[in-house]
C-alpha cells in the first residue's frame, strides 16, 4: 500500500495568504510601482499549475485599493521552511 505524504501543491488560503503578504511588502519598498503605496484588498486564485516537484505558477488576480486589478503569474517553490515567492509577472499588460 502507498501513502502520499503532503501535497505537492499549495493550498488555495496559502497561495492567497502569500501573494497578499508579497504584494504589500511590494508596495512598501516600490513606490513608484503601480502597487506603490496601496494595500491589497483581495487575491482570487484562478489556477495553480506545478511545474516540477516543489515548484508550481499561480494565476490570481490581485486588486489593490483604489480600485485596480491586476492578472498576476507568481512562481512559488516549497523550501524546508514552507512556501516562498520566486518570481512575479505581470499579464495585465498595463
Known amino acids: 500500500m502507498m501513502l502520499a505524504c503532503g501535497g505537492r501543491l499549495p493550498a488555495q488560503s496559502t497561495a492567497k495568504n502569500l501573494i497578499r503578504k508579497h504584494f504589500n ?38 486588486t489593490i485599493e483604489g480600485p485596480e486589478v491586476f492578472k498576476v503569474r507568481m512562481v512559488i517553490e516549497k523550501g524546508p521552511f514552507g512556501w516562498r515567492t520566486v518570481s512575479w509577472e505581470n499579464l495585465s499588460g498595463g
Request: net charge positive; proline share 3%.
Open 25 to 62: 511588502k511590494y508596495g512598501k519598498k516600490y513606490e513608484a510601482s503601480p502597487f506603490g503605496g496601496k494595500k491589497v484588498t483581495s487575491v482570487e486564485i484562478l489556477k495553480i499549475d506545478e511545474i516540477h516537484k516543489h515548484l508550481v505558477s499561480a494565476i490570481s488576480f490581485v
